[in-house]
């Protein structure tokens, strides 16, 4: 089991960066591949990005690649959402989870965090 725990988010203007992160509880937090997902209110929730374990692989959506860099530091049990050129986007919470292998189904997650708000204005 791991617990999750997200910071970082906040107002930023659009074309500014911001950065994530997700700490984690729990010595097995190397097994697990970290994904994040946003969602907004009265959307359905999106898929960001994921990591594996070992932090060797890494895949995104299209709606950031390119913009948005996962990276991870299983020193410090921390994942990192590195989000660059931030368009606008209605407020959002997002939230990391952690999973055997890298999916983009939200299904596929065991363990999630409470989230935090990204709210980008134009």
């Known amino acids: 089991q791991v617990q999750l725990v997200e910071s970082g988010g906040g107002l930023v203007q659009a074309g500014n960066s911001l950065r994530l992160s997700c700490a984690a509880a729990?010595?097995?937090?190397?097994?697990?591949?970290m994904g994040w997902f946003r969602r907004a209110p009265g959307k359905e929730r999106e898929w960001v990005a994921a990591i594996t374990g070992s932090g060797s692989s890494t895949d995104d959506s299209d709606s950031v690649k390119g913009r948005f860099t996962l990276s991870r530091d299983n020193a410090k049990f921390t994942v990192y959402l590195q989000m660059n050129s931030l368009k606008p986007w209605a407020p959002a919470v997002y939230s990391c989870a952690a999973s055997s292998r890298i999916y983009r189904d939200y299904r596929q997650y065991n363990y999630w965090g409470q989230g935090t708000q990204v709210t980008v204005s134009s």
């Open positions: 729990g010595r097995t937090f190397r097994h697990y591949t």
